[in-house]
């Protein structure tokens, strides 16, 4: 019997990159997409299995679930991976757009685990691995919203390892810096007339990430995912790319009031080409990061 993954959104980026590692290793996959257009894109993978599934409707993922376990009979892994950033202002970010990205990143992923977790207990075993981000250890401006959403995901992720270890199920949180995924290229962005207020300084925020050449590919957090399934350290966080190392370690070296004052700087000041450069060393990728072009939102 092959060994078998689930992995929520798989159309690009880290999902698709988690699927391609794990398929060609031989293991069953089953792969989750939001859209119907994209249901054949692995059909040069026969092991995989592709599913429609929108994480933010609760029946629909209860019934892929069970699609998937009468499908394949088990599933040893599950990856959470869906998911999307809203970025700009707090201000002008809608309640509607906040509840949006809570939807799909946090209360979509809780969806998830709650109708795998009966299977999983069954089973008496599993590994479950929650996709975060760096954002969830540290809040960067304009993306709080996000950085509030995958803190969240952080959190639920360390509690449910000591909660489901009676039942022999693993829970792993994974913990991604920028890498070249679309992330910059489908963020929903708040709006209104307060955003012009924060124009100027949203503008270098992007500056400095647009002005970056090369990051880590996406496979790099694929192959960190392989690392945490078959990892049985009792470890359950994984910190993926040299830029989110980076930063934890001077985050926690930097007195607070220093470590603000960085960042704002960085808000008021355009990034110089020095400060790029020196960005560029430190992420040392190979891939190149898609940037929206017009960071005005709204």
């Given at each position: 019997?092959?060994?078998?993954?689930?992995?929520?959104?798989?159309?690009?980026?880290?999902?698709?990159?988690?699927?391609?590692?794990?398929?060609?290793?031989?293991?069953?996959?089953a792969?989750?997409?939001?859209?119907?257009?994209?249901?054949h894109?692995f059909?040069?993978?026969?092991?995989?299995?592709?599913?429609?599934?929108?994480?933010?409707?609760?029946?629909?993922?209860?019934?892929?679930?069970?699609?998937?376990?009468?499908?394949?009979?088990?599933?040893?892994v599950?990856?959470?991976?869906?998911?999307?950033?809203?970025?700009?202002?707090?201000?002008?970010?809608?309640?509607?757009?906040?509840?949006?990205?809570?939807?799909?990143?946090?209360?979509?992923l809780?969806?998830?685990?709650?109708?795998?977790?009966?299977?999983?207990?069954?089973?008496?075993?599993?590994?479950?691995?929650?996709?975060?981000?760096?954002?969830?250890?540290?809040?960067?401006?304009?993306?709080t919203?996000?950085?509030?959403?995958?803190?969240?995901?952080?959190?639920?992720s360390?509690?449910?390892?000591?909660?489901?270890?009676?039942?022999?199920?693993?829970?792993?949180?994974?913990?991604?810096?920028?890498?070249?995924?679309?992330?910059?290229t489908?963020?929903?962005?708040?709006?209104?007339?307060?955003?012009?207020?924060?124009?100027?300084?949203?503008?270098h925020?992007?500056?400095?990430?647009?002005?970056?050449?090369?990051?880590?590919?996406?496979?790099?957090?694929a192959?960190?995912?392989?690392?945490a399934?078959?990892d049985?350290?009792?470890?359950?966080?994984?910190?993926?790319?040299?830029?989110?190392?980076?930063?934890?370690?001077?985050?926690?070296?930097?007195?607070?009031?220093?470590?603000?004052?960085v960042?704002?700087r960085?808000?008021?000041?355009?990034?110089?080409?020095?400060?790029?450069?020196?960005?560029s060393?430190?992420?040392?990728?190979?891939?190149?990061?898609?940037?929206?072009?017009?960071?005005?939102?709204?």
């Open positions: 019997m092959l060994n078998t993954i689930f992995i929520t959104g798989t159309a690009s980026g880290f999902g698709r990159a988690t699927v391609e590692r794990f398929a060609r290793a031989g293991w069953a996959v792969a989750t997409v939001r859209h119907e257009k994209h249901r894109i059909d040069a993978l026969p092991q995989v299995r592709v599913y429609v599934v929108d994480v933010t409707d609760h029946q629909r993922v209860h019934a892929a679930v069970k699609e998937v376990w009468s499908d394949f009979g088990h599933v040893d599950v990856v959470n991976n869906a998911g999307f950033a809203h970025y700009g202002p707090l201000e002008a970010s809608s309640p509607e757009q906040i509840r949006a990205q809570f939807d799909t990143n946090f209360f979509g809780v969806t998830v685990c709650q109708a795998f977790l009966p299977f999983l207990r069954l089973q008496g075993s599993g590994t479950i691995v929650n996709v975060a981000s760096l954002s969830a250890k540290m809040g960067f401006p304009f993306f919203i996000y950085s509030a959403s995958k803190a969240a995901v952080a959190a639920l360390e509690g449910l390892t000591v909660e489901l270890a009676p039942f022999g199920i693993q829970v792993k949180g994974v913990f991604p810096g920028t890498h070249a995924t679309q992330i910059f489908k963020m929903d962005a708040g709006g209104g007339e307060a955003a012009h207020e924060y124009r100027p300084y949203l503008r925020f992007i500056a400095a990430q647009s002005g970056i050449s090369q990051v880590s590919s996406p496979n790099n957090v192959d960190l995912i392989w690392q399934v078959h049985r350290s009792g470890r359950y966080e994984y910190v993926a790319g040299r830029d989110a190392t980076f930063l934890i370690a001077l985050k926690r070296l930097l007195p607070q009031g220093l470590w603000k004052a960042q704002v960085g808000l008021v000041r355009a990034p110089s080409k020095g400060q790029l450069r020196l960005l060393r430190i992420m040392a990728g190979t891939d190149e990061l898609e940037v929206r072009a017009d960071p005005e939102p709204g």
